[in-house]
C-alpha cells in the first residue's frame, strides 16, 4: 500500500527546511504553489487566500509514518499557520519506478 504525504506550509518558510527536505534521500518530491486559508486570512485577498506551499511525497506506508514525523518536527519551527502534515492513502499509484 502507498500513501502520500504532504505539507503545508507558508512560501517563507521553505528557505528553513529546503536543505533537510533534500537530504531526506527521498525518491521524488513535489512542491507546488497554492492558495488557501486556515488560522490566517488575508484580507487584502478577494477570497481571504493566502499563498503557501503544499509539499508532496509518494511512499509505501511505513516510510510515510517516518517523513511524516520528520516534517512535523520541522513544523516546530515554521511560521504560525504553516507547517501542516497529513498522511493519506493512495488507493493506487502508476509508476514504473520502485518507491522506497
Known amino acids: 500500500m502507498f500513501n502520500k504525504v504532504v505539507m503545508i506550509l507558508n512560501i517563507s518558510d521553505f528557505g528553513l527546511i529546503a536543505g533537510e527536505v533534500n537530504s531526506l534521500n527521498i525518491p521524488g518530491i513535489t512542491v507546488s504553489k497554492v492558495e488557501g486559508y486556515g488560522s490566517y486570512i488575508n484580507e487584502f485577498s478577494d477570497y481571504g487566500l493566502c499563498e ?47 518507491l522506497t
Do not use: H
Not at 55 to 65: G, H, P, S
Not at 76 to 85: A, F, L
Open 52 to 98: 503557501s506551499l503544499k509539499v508532496e511525497v509518494y511512499t509505501n506506508a511505513e516510510e510515510a509514518q517516518r517523513i511524516a514525523d520528520i516534517f512535523s518536527e520541522m513544523a516546530k519551527r515554521m511560521t504560525e499557520g504553516g507547517g501542516i502534515v497529513a498522511i493519506e492513502p493512495v488507493g493506487a499509484l502508476l509508476n514504473n519506478k520502485k
